[in-house]
């Protein structure tokens, strides 16, 4: 099938020659080619350009086994140029190829059938999770994808004479000799701890808090009208919900305190809090599991982030800095 445009463009060629052999022959008088030269060069031209597709249509028939592309091909740009017997040629394997060709697309629609029904069980059981994302406090990136990650940075006024604080906010430590501050209602005075400069009153969100190897700290969140002279008892009765590292054991501040029994000592530890539903939850921020909820509460008023150190040898804690999206 692939002789006879070959054959063909072999005698055009030769005409081709001839013919330009005879214009040598022709005086300078005549230095226009004429229609014919013209007809010819095109019909020259067309014929590589096919010769050129049969061969790359032969080429994939090799490479794949397959001649779909080649009757595809030799259909659309060749079908002025064969014989009869070819064409009933190419019916013929358009009538074979016929039966193979509706079982794949009848493949194709059972595969498409399954992704879609693959696509709806991933949306229902994404729905499910996102429904009873409180049910499952196994992972802290878990409940990231549902809580806002906060800017913090701690509350100088708020802060007790004998933490230190950072130039930027973000750190806390003790400090031997107690600052001479003046007195101030925002001020703690008995309870060595500061608040965060952040004030909650809707949401969700969470931020992290380094404590590497600190010895004893207490970190959650309090009402920012908790009591802040004299001796306070820190309880969810009295406006704080927060964890204690204390001589090596870990407690929840709940009346009465609860022990915690922690699978790896925590670096770094998540606050995870949802205004509206009265959570919030403590995360190992190491391993991602979790630590301890409190029992569902009813928040009102402003909600702050607090934090507390024990004494001089208890180390320092680190509010971990949000990353620039």
Not at 84 to 109: A, D, S, V
Not at 163 to 184: I, Y
Not at 271 to 300: C, K, R, W
């Amino acid at each position: 099938m692939v002789a006879q445009p070959i054959d063909h463009c072999r005698k055009l060629f030769m005409k081709h020659e001839s013919h330009e052999g005879n214009l040598l022959e022709k005086t300078e008088s005549q230095p226009k080619v004429d229609d014919v030269d013209i007809f010819t060069a095109a019909r020259l031209l067309q014929y590589l350009m096919l010769f050129f597709i049969i061969y790359m249509c032969r080429r994939e028939y090799h490479k794949s086994g397959r001649c779909h592309y080649l009757i595809w091909l030799r259909t659309c740009f060749m079908e002025k140029t064969l014989s009869p017997g070819e064409k009933k040629e190419n019916e013929t394997r358009k009538e074979e190829i016929k039966p193979e060709q509706e079982e794949l697309q009848k493949k194709l629609e059972e595969l498409q059938n399954k992704l879609e029904k693959l696509q709806k069980e991933m949306g229902r059981r994404k729905a499910q999770f996102k429904s009873a994302w409180r049910n499952a406090p196994l992972y802290a990136d878990w409940r990231k994808e549902e809580f806002e990650a906060v800017k913090l940075t701690l509350d100088a006024a708020s802060a007790h004479p004998a933490l230190r604080l950072s130039e930027k906010g973000r750190q806390v430590a003790w400090q031997e000799r107690p600052q001479d501050l003046p007195s101030s209602t925002q001020r703690f005075d008995s309870l060595p701890c500061v608040l965060g400069q952040l004030n909650i009153t809707s949401g969700r969100c969470y931020w992290e808090v380094e404590v590497g190897d600190t010895c004893s700290w207490d970190l959650g969140i309090c009402r920012d009208n908790i009591t802040r002279k004299g001796v306070v008892t820190m309880s969810p009765q009295n406006g704080f919900w927060a964890i204690r590292l204390y001589e090596g054991e870990y407690w929840a501040l709940t009346s009465p305190e609860t022990l915690l029994i922690l699978r790896e000592i925590p670096l770094s530890v998540g606050i995870f809090l949802d205004y509206e539903a009265g959570d919030v939850s403590f995360y190992n921020m190491t391993d991602g599991s979790h630590i301890f909820t409190f029992p569902q509460n009813t928040f009102y008023g402003i909600l702050r982030p607090l934090f507390r150190l024990w004494s001089s040898d208890s180390g320092l804690l680190t509010i971990v800095k949000v990353e620039e999206n």
